[in-house]
């Protein structure tokens, strides 16, 4: 039986789909125009040349698109590995200075982010990791940390540690109880983790600039100059590009994940 919606839920969808689709139209016209005046609907003229700008290999854009994604989901991988660990040792043991590191955690959210990128830049400029591409990854992770942890924490203390601890009494042993009975449970609570840290990541400008010092140049240190310098047609191409890309991570993404809880649910 077919599932009816509700005219003002269709109605909602239907406005959320535009709210989201119309800007990124009038993006996409704005980076192939040449001359776009008020009052006109369309522009007067087009061009190509933001789309060279882009893909014609001189600028390098697509080399930093390339740095970005990688830089991305690296810093995607780990901070939800140290979310999802620092998770499971909070919600489920008992230590000294439990509370404490709950806390701490939360630091770098609770912090302003300029003051932070600044303190973790004048670190590493002494240990070494200033102007790098490490630097900047570590940077990332640490910024990144706290809402995987969050997460996390919200999506361990919701299943809790009854399934495994069955799958324990009857002779598993703790990773594969972990692998096969928590980690299927926790995987709307990972890629809610793993997306957060990559949009985090991906999108990330000021700590990236100073704490990689120009070296690394990723899509975002290169977008911004030009949304600053008031050029509409090559800010338009670079943030249509920077739309898509983000886009594709995250349905690629949970497509996996869909498909990989089917997997286990059979």
Request: glycine share 8%.
């Amino acid at each position: 039986m077919k599932k009816q919606h509700h005219p003002a839920a269709a109605a909602g969808i239907v406005f959320s789909g535009l709210c989201i689709l119309l800007p990124l139209a009038v993006l996409a016209v704005w980076s192939i125009s040449a001359q776009w005046a008020w009052p006109d609907i369309l522009p007067q003229k087009f061009s190509f040349r933001a789309l060279g700008e882009l893909f014609g290999g001189y600028s390098g854009a697509m080399d930093a698109l390339g740095l970005s994604v990688l830089l991305g989901l690296a810093n995607a991988s780990c901070s939800t590995v140290v979310g999802t660990m620092t998770a499971r040792a909070v919600v489920f043991y008992d230590f000294p200075g439990k509370r404490w590191i709950s806390f701490a955690a939360m630091l770098p959210i609770l912090l302003l982010g300029t003051a932070l990128a600044m303190g973790l830049h004048v670190v590493f400029l002494r240990i070494g990791l200033a102007d790098t591409f490490a630097g900047v990854m570590l940077a990332h992770i640490i910024l990144s940390t706290p809402y995987t942890v969050k997460l996390m924490l919200d999506a361990t203390e919701a299943i809790g540690r009854s399934y495994e601890e069955a799958a324990l009494t009857l002779g598993a042993n703790s990773l594969r109880a972990f692998f096969s009975v928590s980690l299927p449970a926790l995987l709307p609570g990972i890629a809610a983790s793993f997306v957060m840290s990559y949009i985090l990541s991906f999108g990330d400008y000021f700590p990236t600039l100073l704490i990689g010092g120009g070296n690394v140049r990723t899509f975002t240190v290169m977008m911004v100059p030009y949304l600053q310098s008031g050029d509409r047609t090559i800010a338009a191409a670079y943030s249509v590009v920077y739309m898509l890309v983000t886009l594709a991570v995250f349905f690629i993404f949970d497509l996996a994940v869909k498909r990989k809880k089917l997997i286990t649910d059979i």
